[in-house]
């Protein structure tokens, strides 16, 4: 199989942005988030997503990775695109998720791409709280400032796993790599007039703080992000040729979060740009990058 670029679907958000330069075309309205796994995302085989995983199987997918609870794509890749704050908020586990919701939870991941002067994450909390001492907060609106906000930066990692009360801030763009599942219970929205899910959140939040932006780890000619049960993340600065071979057992996907390049594979050959994510199929077979400045997230479901 050759690989299969996949066309990104644009959503709306409240806290979004039109400027999505210079990943995407600016649309005109408040984007805040691109996603490019979902089981709708058109592809370059003329199917969605989900589609074209039912036809090809373990083709596309691999002899090791199952799909997700549901039938869904394993792994959710998206860009996120900060104008405001985005809410308070905690994701379930699988055990929640799939008791209460019918759906897997949601354990994440965050590659920071770019951030204004003053710009913040927000992970774990400043300090271990009760849940009465939450509602006591909220009660009094004070959640924002119960959150450890960290200066956010280009090239940072903050690894979120489900139950971890966290947010982001405004001026921040974001590669987001997670269990395909979108459960968001909110505990706080600036008096947003969205719904809150406070017992929910409460149910199966940690309270306790986080350690902050990840460092990145040497790995094969490139650097380990992150990397959990659900997915596994690496990123790669190619400036010159690199060749890779896909894994029978698994996919892997090429995002291109910087520049540009040229993508081969046996007879196939694409132009491969910022903005642009890549399925490799397992059976895709050897293939070959070139480039100059091509940064290159390449996410897989590991072992």
């Known amino acids: 199989m050759k690989p299969v670029q996949l066309q990104p679907q644009f959503v709306e958000r409240v806290w979004g942005t039109t400027d999505l330069s210079p990943w995407f075309p600016n649309p005109g ?5 691109v996603w490019f796994t979902a089981d709708a995302n058109p592809t370059s085989e003329g199917l969605p997503l989900r589609v074209l995983m039912e036809r090809e199987g373990e083709k596309l997918l691999g002899t090791a990775v199952q799909p997700a609870f ?20 905690v994701h379930p586990d699988d055990g929640y998720g799939e008791q209460n919701e019918g759906s897997p939870g949601k354990t994440e991941m965050w590659y920071v791409l770019r951030a204004d002067v ?11 709280m009760r849940p009465e001492q939450i509602r006591q907060a909220l009660y009094e609106g004070t959640m924002e400032g119960k959150l450890e906000w960290w200066p956010a930066r280009a090239g940072q990692t ?10 982001v801030g405004a001026g921040v763009v974001i590669c987001e790599i997670q269990q395909n599942s979108d459960i968001t219970y909110r505990l706080w929205d600036y008096g947003r007039p969205r719904e809150l ?8 939040a940690e309270l306790i703080p986080h350690p902050g932006p990840r460092h990145a780890v040497p790995f094969g000619g490139g650097v380990l ?3 959990c049960p659900h997915f596994a993340t690496e990123c790669f600065d190619i400036k010159d040729t690199v060749e890779w071979h896909s894994d029978w057992e698994r ?12 993508l081969e594979s046996r007879d196939s050959k694409f132009d491969i740009h910022q903005g642009e994510c890549w ?15 091509l940064e290159i997230l390449r996410i897989y479901v590991p072992a």
Do not use: D, M, W
């Open 29 to 33: 309205v408040k984007i805040g988030e």
């Open 70 to 89: 549901g039938g869904r794509f394993p792994i959710l890749v998206k860009f996120l695109f900060t104008r405001e704050k985005l809410s308070v908020q």
């Open 118 to 128: 003053n710009a913040t994450i927000g992970a774990g909390l400043r300090q271990s």
């Open 158 to 167: 903050y690894f979120i796993p489900a139950k971890t009360i966290h947010a």
């Open 197 to 204: 899910h406070v017992e929910s959140a409460l149910n199966v």
């Open 225 to 227: 992000l992150a990397s």
């Open 251 to 262: 996919f892997h996907l090429l995002v291109a979060t910087r520049g540009s390049g040229v």
């Open 279 to 293: 399925l490799i199929p397992a059976q895709c077979g050897a293939y070959t990058i070139h480039a100059k400045n």
